[in-house]
């Protein structure tokens, strides 16, 4: 499984960015695909997760509301549609995927084993 994540960028803060996640490789429908976040200094943390079969979300409490996160089957992508971009929004985002992960598991990175290269989102105050 490869992952490819783009559209990461510089943009003011109150705008939006669409993060994608093109996989390849096999196929994907017992799999969990999750975006993550790192900033600087600072631990990686979730942000959100689907399930490739289901669609099956959910969402850190941080961007529960201005973030959605969705799939586009026949393009094997996850998109990370990112609202009302806050400056502590800033980190490199990257996507992730794990076969037959256990859904009460999705938000720990360490369960996933297959990773993209990350993209960067810088948030202007």
């Known amino acids: 499984v490869q992952l490819q994540a783009s559209g990461g960028g510089l943009v003011q803060a109150g705008g939006s960015l669409r993060l994608s996640c093109a996989a390849s490789?096999?196929?994907?429908?017992?799999?969990?695909m999750g975006w993550f976040r790192q900033a600087p200094g600072k631990e990686r943390e979730f942000v959100a997760a689907?399930?490739?079969?289901?669609?099956?979300?959910v969402y850190a409490d941080s961007v529960k509301g201005r973030f959605t996160i969705s799939k586009e089957v026949a393009k094997k992508t996850v998109y990370l549609q990112m609202n009302s971009l806050k400056p502590e929004d800033t980190a490199v985002y990257y996507c992730?995927?794990?076969?037959?992960?256990?859904?009460?598991?999705?938000?720990?990175?360490?369960?996933?084993?297959?990773w993209g290269q990350g993209t960067l989102v810088t948030v202007s105050s």
């Open positions: 992730a995927a794990r076969s037959g992960l256990i859904w009460m598991l999705v938000s720990r990175h360490d369960e996933y084993n297959h």
């Open positions: 490789g096999r196929t994907f429908s017992n799999y969990v």
């Open positions: 689907i399930r490739w079969s289901g669609g099956n979300t």
